[in-house]
């Protein structure tokens, strides 16, 4: 989501408001007896595919719980400082679970579920918050500028990713120092960029999310947490997510060594679903209240964080664990941006939607999932 929207706190504040639904927290609340069971099906060394479910599952509260604790703390720590700590840990559970996942040297599933998170945000999630926001409304509508200037950022992140696999393609050279030191060039390039975002969003045109802020402003939680609470379930909560991290490796790899399922599916798919569910809840759950831009701003925003932020991040992750990682993604993963790229920006050009055209993101996301099942 853009950080003008995440610096204001409203994960968690909108949804916990008067017009909570008292189904969604306790579906997402609910879900934290999986911990538990998580553990037990590890010491009882049960089969790995029942530990890859229960741990995915106790993983979704846990998100929920990251984003309202660092929430809760950059709103008492002011806008500059806050929006710091929501870029950040803005995408925390998925940085988390990519780093577990590069030091089991799973570095495929890592990149695919990098491609997996952004494709996933601005189809399935965007799509589904347009299908079921519009549906009995005429359209919804959001700003132009606010949603040009994602399309831009998404855009300048596509080439960033796409350069390392098109300078093999031209060159012929697959050597892994030359690839490295390409992908090294371009994470740092990219940290520029989302740093230049990052003022953008909380400085220079922070008024162009007025809508955004007026909706988080005007909710409130039950009850005000300290800084030293926020920061007390953020650690938990950040522990936590580590060592279910570490059981849902463990069952990736029975999904891919025994059952056979690609690399690439269980990257782009189900890793990047997991770690993004709340989320996903949330963008959708302000799309049937009409707050389309709010919406946007989370799937849009949180696709750019990751490949702005985290992957590159992850580059250098790599080289301090030993494992590097590299940012050449196959031809069938830069399609699926690409892909993603072109209809987001068609969809979002008018600045409005209507639930046909979030539909058309939603069959296109599915079509690119039944590739990637069957990608070797």
Same mark, same amino acid.
């Given at each position: 989501?853009?950080?003008?929207?995440?610096?204001?706190?409203?994960?968690?504040?909108?949804?916990?408001?008067?017009?909570?639904?008292?189904?969604?927290?306790?579906?997402?609340?609910?879900?934290?007896?999986?911990?538990?069971?998580?553990?037990?099906?590890?010491?009882?060394?049960?089969?790995?595919?029942?530990?890859?479910?229960?741990?995915?599952?106790?993983?979704?509260?846990?998100?929920?719980?990251?984003?309202?604790?660092?929430?809760?703390?950059?709103?008492?720590?002011?806008?500059?400082?806050?929006?710091?700590?929501?870029?950040?840990?803005?995408?925390?559970?998925?940085?988390?679970?990519?780093?577990?996942?590069?030091?089991?040297?799973?570095?495929?599933?890592?990149?695919?579920?990098?491609?997996?998170?952004?494709?996933?945000?601005?189809?399935?999630?965007?799509?589904?918050?347009?299908?079921?926001?519009?549906?009995?409304?005429?359209?919804?509508?959001?700003?132009?500028?606010?949603?040009?200037?994602?399309?831009?950022?998404?855009?300048?992140?596509?080439?960033?990713?796409?350069?390392?696999?098109?300078?093999? !393609? &031209? #060159?012929?050279?697959?050597?892994?120092?030359?690839?490295?030191?390409?992908? %090294?060039? $371009?994470?740092?390039? =990219? +940290? /520029?960029?989302?740093?230049?975002?990052?003022?953008?969003?909380?400085?220079?045109?922070?008024?162009?999310?007025?809508?955004?802020?007026?909706?988080?402003?005007?909710?409130?939680?039950?009850?005000?947490?300290?800084?030293?609470?926020?920061?007390?379930?953020?650690?938990?909560?950040?522990?936590?997510?580590?060592?279910?991290?570490?059981?849902?490796?463990?069952?990736?790899?029975?999904?891919?060594?025994?059952?056979?399922?690609?690399?690439?599916?269980?990257?782009?798919?189900?890793?990047?679903?997991?770690?993004?569910?709340?989320?996903?809840?949330?963008?959708?759950?302000?799309?049937?209240?009409?707050?389309?831009?709010?919406?946007?701003? !989370? &799937? #849009?925003?949180?696709?750019?964080?990751?490949?702005?932020?985290?992957?590159? %991040?992850? $580059?250098?992750?790599? =080289? +301090? /664990?030993?494992?590097?990682?590299?940012?050449?993604?196959?031809?069938?993963?830069?399609?699926?941006?690409?892909?993603?790229?072109?209809?987001?920006?068609?969809?979002?050009?008018?600045?409005?939607?209507?639930?046909?055209?979030?539909?058309?993101?939603?069959?296109?996301?599915?079509?690119?999932?039944?590739?990637?099942?069957?990608?070797?």
């Amino acid at each position: 989501m853009s950080l003008a929207t995440r610096s204001l706190g409203y994960i968690g504040l909108d949804l916990e408001g008067p017009e909570t639904s008292p189904l969604y927290e306790r579906v997402i609340y609910g879900l934290l007896i999986f911990i538990p069971l998580a553990l037990l099906v590890r010491l009882l060394h049960l089969p790995e595919l029942a530990l890859f479910i229960t741990s995915a599952l106790a993983i979704v509260p846990l998100a929920k719980i990251l984003g309202t604790a660092t929430e809760e703390l950059a709103a008492r720590v002011g806008s500059g400082l806050g929006g710091l700590l929501n870029a950040t840990f803005g995408n925390a559970t998925e940085l988390i679970i990519a780093v577990i996942a590069l030091n089991a040297g799973l570095i495929e599933v890592v990149k695919a579920s990098l491609v997996g998170s952004i494709i996933g945000n601005v189809l399935f999630v965007l799509g589904l918050a347009m299908f079921l926001g519009g549906l009995g409304r005429q359209r919804q509508v959001f700003n132009r500028t606010g949603a040009s200037a994602n399309a831009s950022q998404f855009a300048l992140a596509a080439v960033g990713l796409a350069v390392p696999q098109f300078y093999i !393609i &031209a #060159t012929h050279k697959t050597d892994a120092l030359t690839t490295e030191e390409i992908s %090294l060039g $371009v994470a740092i390039i =990219l +940290l /520029l960029a989302y740093v230049a975002q990052m003022v953008f969003f909380l400085r220079t045109h922070a008024h162009l999310y007025n809508d955004a802020e007026e909706a988080a402003l005007h909710t409130t939680h039950g009850s005000a947490w300290t800084p030293r609470h926020a920061l007390v379930v953020l650690g938990g909560a950040t522990v936590l997510i580590a060592g279910l991290s570490e059981l849902l490796v463990e069952g990736v790899a029975y999904l891919t060594t025994t059952l056979g399922w690609s690399n690439a599916f269980v990257g782009v798919i189900l890793i990047a679903i997991i770690g993004n569910a709340a989320e996903h809840l949330t963008a959708v759950t302000v799309a049937l209240r009409d707050r389309m831009e709010l919406a946007l701003a !989370i &799937a #849009t925003g949180s696709a750019l964080q990751i490949a702005l932020f985290v992957a590159p %991040l992850l $580059v250098f992750v790599g =080289l +301090l /664990l030993g494992r590097p990682m590299n940012l050449v993604f196959t031809l069938f993963e830069l399609v699926a941006i690409g892909v993603a790229l072109l209809l987001t920006h068609l969809v979002a050009q008018d600045g409005e939607s209507n639930w046909l055209e979030g539909l058309q993101l939603l069959a296109a996301y599915a079509i690119l999932a039944v590739g990637f099942f069957f990608v070797p």
